[in-house]
């Protein structure tokens, strides 16, 4: 799994038209875009995709649509998560019949279930998914902790086969990189946090910036796991400006005004979200131009 997803993954952004209809045009040059900038594998469907706001029947559509462009370069997970376990688990079965490599599933969020809970919730999932899950934690979006003790439970069920950790505790992450079994993957779930996690023992990363700037940030993530540890220092420190711009107005609104600036697709969001200022847009613009310079 390590060959499959380890690495650069991109959490792909859904580009939106004016009226709010998926704007398949600018997805396909997004798609393009990160392929060959040398991302690994794209993850599609995940809260960088707005997968919240986007309808079941949209949802199968915008996957057959990366399938179709993909065209097999690249593996696809596809964000499959909540706090309904059994809708999930009809979800997965009808999934089964997509060609792509792993779901993505993020803890469940607003239900506030406890670490026997959230294990079990996983664990049905994966008794019940003929795709390997890739588990995510996020307690700013979920108001809930997959501790580290759980985690390396859930590694022990066969068909779960890595976390995207975005828990920002530094602490937690080392103690399942230092305890997990060597085909169990420990992914970033933070791009300013995936140097550090990476030169400790991660495996690779799950990556917002990487949908504006992928030669930029998978040539880090990819210095870093060949023990490039200068390199990969000096590059991480020249996209710190851009960690920093996407946290600024909230994911993905921040991003999608880089992509506007970019050129790669409007910045359309669905609500609740709107869309970024004018001086987000500038300070893009102006980092964009330095980095590239």
């Known amino acids: 799994m390590k060959e499959k997803f380890g690495g650069t993954g991109v959490a792909l952004a859904t580009p939106m038209n004016e009226d709010l209809s998926i704007d398949y045009g600018g997805l396909e040059q997004l798609i393009n875009l990160t392929i ?3 991302v690994n594998y794209l993850v599609v469907m995940g809260t960088t995709g707005e997968s919240p706001t986007i309808d079941w029947d949209e949802k199968l559509d915008v996957l057959s649509f990366v399938q179709d462009i993909n065209s097999r370069r690249v593996p696809i997970v596809f964000g499959l998560g909540g706090n ?14 997509f060609d792509i490599d792993a779901f993505l599933s993020v803890s469940p969020y607003y239900s506030k279930p406890s670490q026997k809970g959230i294990q ?28 580290a003790e759980t985690t390396l439970e859930l590694a022990k069920h066969e068909n779960i086969i890595g976390m995207k950790e975005a828990s920002g505790d530094i602490e937690q ?3 399942i990189v230092f305890n997990k079994s060597d085909d169990f993957l420990l992914l970033s779930g933070d791009d300013g946090s995936t140097y550090e996690l990476i030169k400790n023992g991660a495996e690779g990363v799950i990556s917002v910036i990487a949908n504006i700037l992928p030669e930029e940030f998978t040539f880090m993530v990819n210095s870093t796991l060949n023990s490039n540890l200068d390199a990969g220092k ?21 991003l999608k005004a880089g992509l506007l600036v970019d050129e790669i697709c409007r910045d359309t969001v669905r609500p609740p979200l709107i869309e970024g200022s004018v001086t987000l847009q500038n300070s ?7 980095i590239r310079a």
């Open 36 to 38: 060959e900038g040398g």
């Open 234 to 254: 000096k590059l991480n420190k020249s996209l710190e400006k851009g960690y920093e711009l996407l946290a600024s107005e909230g994911n993905p609104v921040s």
């Open 120 to 147: 079990r919730h996983y664990e049905l999932l994966a008794d019940n998914s003929e795709k390997p899950i890739i588990l995510y934690n996020v307690p700013s979006r979920t108001a809930s902790n997959v501790t």
């Open 173 to 175: 992450c080392l103690e």
């Open 284 to 290: 893009w613009r102006d980092y964009l131009r330095k």
């Open 84 to 97: 309904n376990t059994k809708a999930l688990i009809e979800q997965a079965k009808v999934l089964s019949t």
